[in-house]
T-cell receptor
Framework: GQNIDQPTEMTATEGAIVQINCTYQ??????LFWYQQHAGEAPTFLSY??LDGLEEKGRFSSFLSRSKGYSYLLLKELQMKDSASYLC??????????WGAGTKLIIKP | IAGITQAPTSQILAAGRRMTLRCTQD?????MYWYRQDLGLGLRLIHY???????GKGEVPDGYSVSRANTDDFPLTLASAVPSQTSVYFC?????????????FGPGTRLTVL
């Protein structure tokens, strides 16, 4: 079967750095997305990785290791507005998106 | 404003009733999707459409139907609602059906079936 694992919930302090991990076992791999979803709102695109390595975009970075079936999202200089759920999604061999259940990130002052 | 709109925002429905959730996009995207999101579960694909005139079944299609008469609209119909269909429904679109293409989501419809 296809499986994507993320921690259910994480807590971090304003101004700190947090790493949200995602591991996957899917039928094939054609890329990995990270989306952000604030409570009661729609998911919005953060990043897309298809090759191994780190992609940096402002305060957010995303890393991929295809051989390990592993990705992480790194958030720096945390702000209160970063409190949200972070969704990991993998593009499988049929070019369909398989979604993880999401990680709820709580930022404390 | 470009994007995706959904209607209604929320709805309470009696079991057994028929309901259509509306979705419209103005980005001229070819592909459109319907998902449901339940607490503790990832987004699950109900139905999708790669281009106007075609539709396909996703992971959880039972009890739902869709149509894609034109590029902009992708309504989702519950023929006879059941309580297990209580969920938040998101419509999304992407420029192409390639899974590697970014999907853009509508604001969602919160549906409660009693």
């Amino acid at each position: 079967g296809q499986n994507i694992d993320q921690p259910t919930e994480m807590t971090a302090t304003e101004g700190a750095i947090v790493q949200i991990n995602c591991t996957y076992q899917t039928s094939g791999f054609n890329g990995l997305f990270w989306y952000q979803q604030h409570a009661g709102e729609a998911p919005t695109f953060l990043s897309y990785n298809v090759l191994d390595g780190l992609e940096e975009k402002g305060r957010f970075s995303s890393f991929l290791s295809r051989s390990k079936g592993y990705s992480y999202l790194l958030l720096k200089e945390l702000q209160m507005k970063d409190s949200a759920s972070y969704l990991c999604a993998v593009v499988d061999s049929n070019y369909q998106l398989i979604w993880g259940a999401g990680t709820k990130l709580i930022i404390k002052p | 404003i470009a994007g995706i709109t959904q209607a209604p925002t929320s709805q309470i429905l009696a079991a057994g009733r028929r309901m259509t959730l509306r979705c419209t996009q103005d980005m001229r995207h070819n592909a459109m999707y319907w998902y449901r999101q339940d607490l503790g579960l990832g987004l699950r694909l109900i139905h999708y459409s790669n281009t106007a005139g075609t539709t396909g079944k996703g992971e959880v299609p039972d009890g739902y139907s869709v149509s894609r008469a034109n590029t902009d609209d992708f309504p989702l119909t519950l023929a006879s609602a059941v309580p297990s269909q209580t969920s938040v429904y998101f419509c999304a679109s992407s420029k192409t059906p390639d899974g590697g293409d970014t999907q853009y989501f509508g604001p969602g419809t919160r549906l409660t079936v009693l």
